[in-house]
């Protein structure tokens, strides 16, 4: 507010300065009484005693009552005017401030949510660096060979017997074992149709033998 009063009392004062000799008044010493009219933004500002006192005062114009409602007119205008404008300029200057308070704002929440991208990125490259490092020491190194024994043997070995990787030997001895097993079922089994067999044959001897008994002692009746 005080901007547009600084503003519009400049406008105002190139008018008086202008105006006022044309009336028959100095600038110097009459111009002040006007502009004070608009200091304090006064509604109900006296404009009544000030047009008697510049009339009163005029070497050329005291006798006319209708060029000073003109020039009360003209400078009320004026003011109006000039308010007008200032305030839109005023408007334009804060909505320059908010926009560019908001596009500060916008680059600082794109920098921050970059910030936590690249962080949640490097959290991610952490993490799969730890997970291949565990799994590193876990799986078999390609770079140790065996022979089919079993035994280590250097990677510039020049021997022609063929040479198996950890994996491959690993694989071998898994093989193995399960034929083992395949194996040691298969007897168990074998042995169990066995022992049924001869159960069975035995029940078998010993009911005959009853029955014989049996006949032989019918015959001795």
Known sequence: KNNIMSDNNDGLNAFLRE???KLGLDYDTYGSYVVGLFDDDDDDAD????????????????????????????????????????????EKLRNERIKEEKERLQEEIAFIKEQKEQTSSEEKKELDASKQALMARFEYDESELYDNDGNHVSSTSTTDEKVVTNKEHALQANQEKAKELRANSNYSKKDEQAKTAKAKQSKALQKEERRNRSHKGERKR
Not at 58 to 81: G, I
């Open 19 to 21: 105006r006022l000799p």
């Open 47 to 90: 404009w009544d005693g000030i047009l008697e006192l510049l009339q009163a005062s005029s070497d050329t114009h005291s006798d006319n009552d209708v060029v000073w409602k003109e020039f009360q007119n003209d400078v009320v205008q004026l003011q109006e005017k000039s308010t007008l404008l200032l305030k839109e300029k005023e």
